[in-house]
Nanobody
Framework: QVQLVESGGGLVQAGGSLRLSCAAS????????MGWFRQAPGKEREFVAA???????PLHADSVKGRFTIFRDNANTVYLQMNSLKPEDTAVYYC?????????????????WGQGTQVTVSS
């Protein structure tokens, strides 16, 4: 089983930056895509960004393009660099993974999830 653990969340003022990390452990595959989703209270989980197993084909939601960047390093870790944060970015951010290299924006296509990390942006 692949286990995902997010870290890096916290409280930041509007306009500030945070970098989220997602580490994969346990049984992992060489070919798996990973993504970031977020969920605010009373709202549905929404797509933020995703990236292929090789680090290519990055996708970003329109709401975060130009501000957030997803990337992977040589280890089983995916990052979400968040700049120019806005209060509406406040949510629990979840890391997700799926077997296979294809990148999807639909959370239903992912079958492994982290516990989430809280991001709060104050005005």
């Amino acid at each position: 089983q692949v286990q995902l653990v997010e870290s890096g969340g916290g409280l930041v003022q509007a306009g500030g930056s945070l970098r989220l990390s997602c580490a994969a452990s346990g049984r992992t595959f060489s070919a798996y895509a990973m993504g970031w989703f977020r969920q605010a209270p009373g709202k549905e989980r929404e797509f933020v960004a995703a990236i292929s197993w090789s680090g290519g084909s990055p996708l970003h939601a329109d709401s975060v393009k130009g501000r957030f960047t997803i990337f992977r390093d040589n280890a089983n870790t995916v990052y979400l660099q968040m700049n120019s944060l806005k209060p509406e970015d406040t949510a629990v951010y979840y890391c997700a993974a799926r077997s296979g290299s294809y990148v999807y924006t639909d959370p239903r296509r992912y079958d492994r999830w982290g516990q989430g990390t809280q991001v709060t942006v104050s005005s």
